[in-house]
Every structure is written in C-alpha cells, then in structure tokens.
Nanobody, 115 residues
Framework: QVQLAESGGGLVQPGGSLRLSCVGS????????MGWHRQAPGKQRELVAR???????YYADSVKGRFTISRDNAKNTVYLQMNSLKPEDTAVYYC?????????WGQGTQVTVSS
C-alpha cells in the first residue's frame, strides 16, 4: 500500500506563488509516475502536471510556463511550484501515484486564489 500526504495549499492573491508538496510512504518507490490533479467546484478532476520515473514531465496547457513539477526520490516527495496564480487555479489539488495498474490518491489540499 501507498499513502500520499499533500501540504502547502492556502489562500494567495492573484499573481502570487505557492509550492505544494506530496510525501509518499509505504511501498512507494522512484518507479512510480507522480502527478498533480485538481478539482474545482462543479467541475471534473483534471490533470495538471505529471512526472515519470525518468523525470519526463507533462503539463496541461492552462498551466504551462507557470507551474513546475519536480521530484526528490530520496525523500519520496513530489513538488508543484505554482507561480503567477490566477483565480481560475482555485481548486482542491490532489497528488496521484501510479505504477502499472496500481493507483493511489492523496486526500487533497485546497488552493484559493483571490484578492
């Protein structure tokens, strides 16, 4: 089993920055693909960014150039650096880990972008 714990969410003004962290425990390893997803009220959960075991990255068009995903395998941690935040980035952000058919989710952390 894998457990994921997100942190770093909060309230930030438009144009501000936040860094989310997701710490994995249990049987997680560097072989897992790690991702950040988000879900805004009334909307479906969507993929924001993903990083593979080989550190290849993918970003949704809506966050390209503003968000950066990274991982520290020694700490079993994945980060999401979010810059130039917009009100439309407001959502609950979830960490996801997968290895073949094994998929795990964190409990989510709220990010609110508002003046």
């Amino acid at each position: 089993q894998v457990q994921l714990a997100e942190s770093g969410g909060g309230l930030v003004q438009p144009g501000g920055s936040l860094r989310l962290s997701c710490v994995g425990s249990g049987t997680i390893s560097s072989m897992y693909t790690m991702g950040w997803h988000r879900q805004a009220p009334g909307k479906q959960r969507e993929l924001v960014a993903r990083i593979t075991s080989g550190s290849s990255t993918y970003y949704a068009d809506s966050v390209k150039g503003r968000f950066t995903i990274s991982r520290d395998n020694a700490k079993n941690t994945v980060y999401l650096q979010m810059n130039s935040l917009k009100p439309e980035d407001t959502a609950v952000y979830y960490c996801r880990a997968n290895y073949y058919s094994s998929i795990y989710w964190g409990q989510g952390t709220q990010v609110t972008v508002s003046s």
